[in-house]
């Protein structure tokens, strides 16, 4: 059978599966069900992905990430899919809400800052403002996204400070969305004084969950605001640095600066 042939055989039946209907939809529920990957690209992505539309006859289903890399797929860069999914920020009234958000510039690279009527529900880093944009878009899909105004600048100009000087303190109104076991990871986290360091054990403990060493580090990669909650002060337990959703370098340097400060 030569590959025309077999494309041609498995694009309807890619079409007829119930799966390709979630992709299609970009259908949050079933994100962690399965993942699809597109072969003409080499990545796999979870179903809600935001990226373009791959051909039926491209795209193979995989029930882990593992198996997807398994087969010889990476994950796509934009849907994060063997990161936590962040479908738990998400909530029925974020449909038609505002928020607002600006981006500015440090010596970490970018910084974005969105804000709701609660208060700052994002901060994210990085070094393309477009794909700190899109994760934006992808973390809150149903809520309305307009640019900042001058009243921005004040909020900006405080992460940047505190970037750059971290014993200026950060102190920002903020709306924090995530699931209950998120919400004391990170609650624990903000108790780490500038210039410390905790691991993931000593904070699984704190929180009264000694065995969950491995769901704080996930609820740390779910963190939407960094610096806000200082998810770069956990480290392994030989005081080694791990993985940060914006880098490993950018950990260091913010750590080396709140060590000096």
């Given amino acids: ?9 498995l694009s309807p039946a890619t079409a007829n599966d119930p799966r390709w209907a979630a992709v299609v939809a970009r259908d949050p529920k079933f994100d962690g069900k399965f993942y699809y990957s597109v072969v003409t690209t080499g990545v796999y992505c ?29 994950p796509c860069k934009r849907c994060k899919p063997n990161q936590p999914s962040l479908s738990s920020v998400y909530r029925a009234d974020d449909v038609n809400t505002e928020l607002r958000f600006a981006i500015g510039e440090s010596s970490l690279g970018s910084i974005l800052l969105a804000h709701s009527e609660r208060g700052v529900c994002a ?4 070094d393309d403002p477009d794909e700190l944009a899109r994760d ?68 699984a403990k704190r929180i009264g969950s000694p065995t969950s060493a491995r769901a704080v580090a996930q609820a740390c990669a779910a963190n939407a605001l960094a610096i806000a909650i200082p998810c770069h002060r956990v480290v392994r337990n030989d005081g080694g640095l791990s993985g940060y959703r914006w880098g490993v370098e950018s950990k260091r340097v913010l750590l080396e600066r709140e060590a000096r400060s």
């Fill in 136 to 203: 934006l878009q992808d973390r809150f899909p149903r809520a309305k996204l307009t640019g900042g105004n001058n009243e921005f600048e004040p909020l900006i100009a405080k992460v940047v400070a505190f970037v750059e000087a971290p014993r200026s303190g950060l102190e920002l109104p903020l709306d924090i969305r995530g699931t209950p076991f998120q919400q004391r990871v990170w609650e624990a986290l903000r108790k780490i004084p500038v210039g410390k360091t905790a691991s993931y054990t000593a904070i």
């Fill in 46 to 74: 979870r179903p809600s992905c935001a990226a373009r539309l791959a051909r039926p006859q491209n795209v193979r289903f995989h029930a882990s990430c593992t198996a997807a890399e398994q087969a010889g797929f990476r």
């Fill in 1 to 9: 059978m030569n590959i025309s042939t077999s494309h041609s055989q």
């Fill in 123 to 126: 901060i994210l880093l990085g």
